[in-house]
């Protein structure tokens, strides 16, 4: 009986872990314009689809400057603590140039 009830909780809770992993926030999903130390400009869209345009062409240490950048907001709202994964700690990040 104790064990069909905790499997019955892990199922519920790994169920609703999926669900909320998987649907963004609304104050989580969003664009903002980046400008990186380079001097490049940038659209990044942050748990979105990648804004239009062409895919920013970045070296690995712009890439993580537009990522901090990018997502600085979500660190604001989800304050220091957040589930892993979610929209928060593990968000989507896709930059395209703006001239």
């Known amino acids: 009986m104790k064990i069909e009830l905790l499997g019955s909780a892990l199922g519920c809770a790994v169920a609703l ?4 992993s998987l649907a963004a926030l609304p104050d989580s999903a969003y664009e903002t314009r980046v400008q990186l130390s380079s001097g490049k400009n ?19 240490r712009e890439q993580v400057e537009a990522d901090v950048l990018a997502t600085q907001r979500l660190r604001l709202v989800s304050g220091p603590f957040s589930p892993y994964p979610s929209a928060y700690t593990a968000p989507s990040v896709a930059c395209v140039s703006v001239e």
């Open 17 to 20: 872990w999926s669900t909320c």
């Open 42 to 60: 940038l659209l990044c869209s942050v748990n979105q689809p990648q804004p239009a345009g062409e895919k920013a062409v970045l070296t690995r």
